[in-house]
């Protein structure tokens, strides 16, 4: 009994005391979750992107924040939405979601047109500017040049403009340019006036860390695009994919996150991305898991191929780089694959708002707790490959550039892949540039259908199509009906409403509008993604119009814009639509596309994979849209059933 008594003291005090206590509980203590959360970064002239579905998706999938990249007055020529407008839309249904306004912190040059709407143009060009011994302005090219931060009258007009421009927007804090460098020395245009002028250089960083204090401690939210800086044009040795010294300081105590902007490649500047290699992506891993240490936050986008690729292929390439993610996410980070920052879907397979399945289901806690990467060494038809186990699953990469032939891993007991493969007890085969995710949950891949009615309403009694500019909802009987009006020339993107945002790879492809038009000159255009035998066209336009007949031939029409005002012409091809009828203006027709069929028709080089908006053009009303038979509503439309 005495024996027990002690016992008993031992672990009382073994557990409830100072360093033993927290040393007992950490044998105990699982790894933190990794909840799987989208970063996304909104462009300016995208306000007409914000309907139901946009905005019902970017909430339930979003990480804590996103980047809007609006100017200081919150409207951009030619964009009918300011800011306001956008963050309401936003958090009608997520409250909680806060928003960064994106800012160039030091440089301007005419071809920076944020830049310019951001600083504004004429003040920037009025405030003391770096200079050489001379006297002159420092600049490029381009005529780029930097606000001079060793001078306290720059560093007090920037602070005060900044909070300005968050205040005025209502935004929640700032996300400042991959330019910002607090440093001089490490910005090619400063490093000569740096390196023969130590006094300035240090003027310069007091003054850089003065504002970046002062506005993060305004209570604003602060992050930092560039901080980690994985490019370089010559491929470049992996140690120059470390972080910098002076911007870890920064990040270390006046940030609250980061943003890497080119995950796993280089944007060169003509435009081509380029893969980096595996060891290079794998220091941006490194980087990732740095940051959950020092407790910050971290957005990361992975960039798609500018030049044609097919669904399929598109679809691989960003399972292999979110895999590559996988190997060091943590809850505080984010991911995106994407084209372009832009919310344009069209211009390439990975477009600015488009998700994909993989990342879209795994929204949180499918994967649980997890330990550190590891290479896998044994077996030897393994080595090579790449592995981090989760509490509910594993993800498995085989580097891009590893000159292996295929690698085979042995799953014990049950796992299922993210297109509802089951594996058990066998091997799974990844060729080089592969990635998989493997988990305990099995998340069927059914057919996707969509409808969209406009009897929605927030806690307001509004539905957010209301908040568009020449358009309205109108109750007719039990019904709210959209009712369209002619927007200005230029500006028709404003009525487009978002059918599939998640690439999956079996949506439906019958749509139906119930609809009716109230003049002649009225159209909807209905924007389809496809894969193009030709290897030229990722998107394809039905237009239907009042009383026209089927076309026999594809026309090109670069005036056709979705999202994106300098998106190449794309292919259209008009589509009987519902009769315009004077004498019976209240006739609502049904409108049906069967896109698979219409390809089969009048254009074999195309299949169909998925409807992603509808534009309506001129006075149109619309009762409904469905696509496929399954009259799924809102956030059904979007996830797998079980």
Not at 33 to 60: H, L, N, P, Q, Y
Not at 63 to 77: A, C, E, R
Not at 412 to 421: A, E, L, M, P
Request: glycine share 8%.
């Amino acid at each position: 009994m005495k024996n027990r008594i002690w016992i008993y003291l031992f672990f009382f005090f073994f557990c409830f005391s100072g360093k033993l206590s927290a040393f007992f509980f950490s044998l105990y203590e699982e790894p933190p979750a990794v909840a799987v959360k989208t970063a996304f970064w909104i462009a300016g002239g995208s306000g007409g992107v914000f309907d139901e579905a946009t905005v019902r998706t970017i909430a339930k999938t979003s990480s804590d924040w996103i980047v809007l990249n609006f100017p200081t007055n919150g409207v951009d020529p030619g964009d009918g939405y300011g800011m306001a407008a956008v963050q309401g839309r936003i958090r009608t249904i997520k409250p909680s979601l806060r928003t960064l306004n994106y800012c160039n912190k030091i440089m301007a040059g005419p071809s920076s047109s944020i830049t310019w709407s951001t600083l504004g143009k004429t003040q920037f060009y009025s405030q003391p500017r770096v200079k050489d011994a001379s006297g002159v302005v420092i600049s490029n090219n381009s005529d780029e040049s930097f606000g001079d931060f060793a001078n306290t009258n720059y560093t007090a007009w920037f602070i005060g403009k900044v909070r300005s421009m968050i205040t005025n927007m209502g935004a929640d804090g700032v996300a400042f340019d991959l330019a910002m460098n607090r440093d001089p020395a490490n910005v090619t245009l400063l490093k000569s006036k740096a390196t023969n002028d130590p006094v300035w250089r240090a003027n310069y960083i007091d003054g850089f860390d003065k504002a970046s204090r002062d506005i993060r401690n305004s209570g604003k939210i602060s992050f930092y695009n560039g901080l980690f800086y994985p490019r370089s044009s010559t491929g470049g040795a992996p140690d120059e994919y470390k972080w910098e010294q002076s911007q870890l300081h920064l990040l270390s105590n006046y940030a609250d996150g980061a943003i890497i902007e080119f995950f796993g490649c280089r944007d060169f500047d003509n435009g081509i991305i380029v893969t980096n290699s595996f060891a290079e992506i794998l220091t941006q891993v490194d980087a990732m898991i740095d940051m959950n240490a020092r407790g910050k936050h971290l957005m990361v986008f992975a960039r798609g191929a500018k030049s044609y690729d097919t669904y399929a292929q598109n679809y691989n390439k960003q399972r292999y780089l979110f895999s590559c993610y996988l190997l060091g996410a943590s809850s505080r980070h984010s991911f995106k694959y994407h084209y372009t920052f832009w919310t344009t879907p069209a211009g390439g397979r990975s477009a600015g708002l488009d998700m994909y399945a993989d990342q879209f289901y795994m929204q949180t806690n499918y994967l649980g707790s997890a330990g550190s990467y590891s290479t896998l060494m044994t077996p030897s038809a393994s080595s090579g490959l790449y592995q981090r186990v989760f509490s509910k699953g594993i993800v498995l990469v085989h580097p891009h550039d590893s000159g292996l032939t295929p690698r085979t891993y042995y799953v014990s007991g049950v796992k299922y892949d993210r297109t509802g493969n089951l594996y058990s007890n066998t091997n799974v085969t990844l060729a080089a540039g592969a990635g998989i995710l493997l988990t305990d949950d099995k998340l069927s891949l059914n057919e996707v259908g969509r409808f969209i009615d406009f009897n929605w309403t927030n806690s307001a009694g509004k539905h957010p199509v209301e908040m568009w500019s020449n358009a309205a909802v109108v109750v007719s009987g039990t019904n709210r009906i959209l009712q369209c009006s002619t927007t200005p020339a230029g500006q028709e993107w404003m009525h487009d409403l978002m059918v599939f945002p998640v690439k999956h790879y079996a949506h439906q492809d019958n749509l139906q509008i119930r609809t009716y038009f109230r003049d002649s000159s009225a159209k909807i255009m209905a924007l389809c993604e496809v894969d193009d035998s030709l290897g030229e066209n990722n998107y394809v336009v039905f237009t239907i119009t009042p009383g026209t007949t089927l076309g026999s031939q594809l026309t090109s029409d670069s005036r056709i814009i979705f999202r994106n005002r300098n998106f190449d012409t794309i292919i259209t091809t008009n589509i009987p639509g519902a009769i315009y009828n004077t004498a019976s203006p209240d006739l609502y027709q049904t409108v049906s596309i069967n896109a698979g069929a219409r390809f089969d028709a009048i254009a074999p080089r195309y299949t169909y994979k998925r409807w992603v908006f509808i534009r309506v053009i001129g006075n149109v009303n619309i009762n409904w849209i469905q696509v496929g038979a399954d009259k799924l509503y809102g956030d059904e439309a979007y996830y797998y059933s079980e």
